[in-house]
């Protein structure tokens, strides 16, 4: 490679045979005494600036146009501010708590594709539909429980009714009523079919004590034997027995049947629920389940998957005609208003980060920028690489960061201000030395300078350039081409 004293000179010859002049003030050297002057340091400039003043003669003319074409942009070199820190490099990911897994809960066969990869959707929102035999069941089986629990409910509400009615009845019968008085009294109530048995027994026990008082009063005043009162007295101790016997088998049984028709009901509810909670699990809502009773046909089968957030499709699994089994992911939905960036921490840096830290993302490329804090620092080292993470959570309501983004972040440190700060993309490297671009007035001039401190984007210029030059502060990779080449014609022509 030519060395860089070389490369300016030849470059210098080349301006002076095209005409360029021999300066970058447009001018001859003095001659005789000035040049003498010179080189004994007089002259009102020290020995010092001859480096810089030698390299102000090279001088590239280059027109407005071609340095658009080549990106080349312009600052005037001022003051500024650098951050110092520790720098961190990470990967925008996105954020799990705002990312979802739509499976099938049911298979089936897709028959309808209402959304597709890239396409927002709102929560409720349908994404698919299939037609699902396992939801078929699962739906008939819903209105079989349904129709048997309103069956229960109506046992239930005559069940009750009766025991009232049995209640009234046994009460009224401890008053040892008439016959014709009961069965007034009884008239137009629903007491069921066994309640009959007891105003028979009853029936039979009033006229069994109606023979055996007359019976009794008949021997007592010894009208009538002895053999016929004993009889009378017998059927009289029966029939109470019998009667006695039905009332309290009536009383337990009433209860009895009662609580069965109870427990009937609640089953039935507990199988409906059970059945309205598998219909929920299948992905049915209220509405949904509401509806059933009055669909038919195909409609029991008819599957339609839900969007359960908001966000962008991501992933999609499924097309029409394909065969869907249950638990199998068809789409994948994101949140992209919020995501994580991760950053890798090596081991040397572990110190330097922790939770609550403020942090500035940089996405490269000039792609953004934000505030944060980081939010999580794992405690667990990788074993082959020695490296953790550090999660920071980031606002992506505009949309700036993309899942994937490769970006850089500066931790902590303290910002210090500085004469002369440019960006980094102003330097060029060019045989060992670092040069920057200077205005002058008959041209762009490359200068060496000397860099001081720096941070994640800026430099500090300790020498080479003062506040109030004008810079190239990019595009100026293409400028050192142009150098490169005019000195390799040079060279050619030289030989």
């Not at 110190?351 to 934000?370: C, F, I, K, S, Y």
């Amino acid at each position: 490679m030519i060395r860089f004293t070389r490369l300016l000179a030849a470059v210098a010859l080349l301006a002076v045979v095209l005409g360029a002049g021999g300066c970058g003030r447009g001018k001859a050297p003095d001659s005789g005494d000035a040049h003498d002057d010179h080189a004994h340091g007089s002259g009102g400039e020290s020995d010092a600036h001859a480096p810089e003043e030698a390299e102000q003669s090279t001088v590239i003319r280059i027109d407005s146009e071609t340095l658009a074409e080549f990106g080349v942009q312009f600052r005037e070199a001022r003051p500024g501010t650098l951050r110092q820190g520790t720098s961190l490099s990470g990967e925008v990911v996105l954020n799990p708590d705002r990312v979802a897994h739509v499976v099938a809960r049911a298979g089936g066969i897709g028959t309808e594709i209402v959304h597709t990869i890239g396409d927002r959707v709102e929560a409720g929102e349908t994404l698919a539909v299939l037609e699902s035999p396992g939801l078929a069941e699962a739906k008939a089986a819903y209105l079989s429980r349904a129709a048997q629990a309103a069956l229960g409910a109506i046992d239930l509400e005559r069940a009750e009714v009766i025991h009232i009615n049995t209640i009234r009845l046994l009460e009224l019968v401890s008053e040892e009523p008439g016959v014709d008085r009961l069965r007034r009294e009884i008239a137009g109530l629903d007491i069921g079919s066994n309640r009959g048995t007891l105003i028979t027994t009853y029936a039979d026990f009033k006229a069994a004590e109606a023979v055996y008082d007359r019976e009794k009063s008949l021997f007592q005043r010894q009208i009538s034997s002895e053999s016929e009162y004993l009889e009378a007295e017998a059927r009289f101790k029966k029939s109470i027995a019998s009667f006695q016997a039905v009332r309290d088998d009536l009383a337990f049984s009433n209860r009895r049947e009662l609580d069965q028709a109870r427990r009937t009901r609640v089953v039935a509810d507990v199988s409906l629920q059970a059945a309205e909670r598998r219909l929920h699990a299948l992905g049915l809502d209220e509405e949904g389940v509401g509806r059933i009773d009055s669909e038919s046909g195909s409609d029991l089968s008819r599957y339609e998957i839900k969007a359960p957030i908001a966000g962008r499709i991501i992933e999609r699994h499924l097309v029409r005609g394909e065969s869907v089994a249950s638990g199998q992911q068809i789409f994948v939905i994101a949140d992209l208003s919020s995501v994580w960036i991760q950053l890798t921490v090596y081991q040397r840096d572990l110190g330097l980060v922790r939770e609550g830290q403020r942090v500035h993302v940089t996405g490269t490329h000039d792609l953004g920028h934000a505030d944060a804090v980081v939010a999580y620092v794992s405690p667990i080292l990788d074993e082959a690489t020695r490296t953790t993470t550090a999660r920071v959570v980031l606002d992506n309501t505009e949309g700036h960061w993309r899942p994937g983004m490769f970006v850089r972040a500066q931790l902590g440190g303290s910002d210090f201000d500085a004469a002369v700060v440019v960006p980094r993309s102003a330097l060029q490297e060019l045989d060992g030395a670092t040069i920057i671009f200077v205005e002058t007035e008959g041209g762009l001039t490359p200068r060496t300078i000397t860099v001081g401190r720096r941070d994640e984007d800026s430099v500090e210029i300790t020498a080479g350039l003062r506040a109030g030059d004008r810079y190239v502060s990019s595009g100026g990779l293409a400028l050192k081409a142009e150098l490169n080449k005019a000195a390799l014609e040079h060279a050619g022509h030289a030989h």
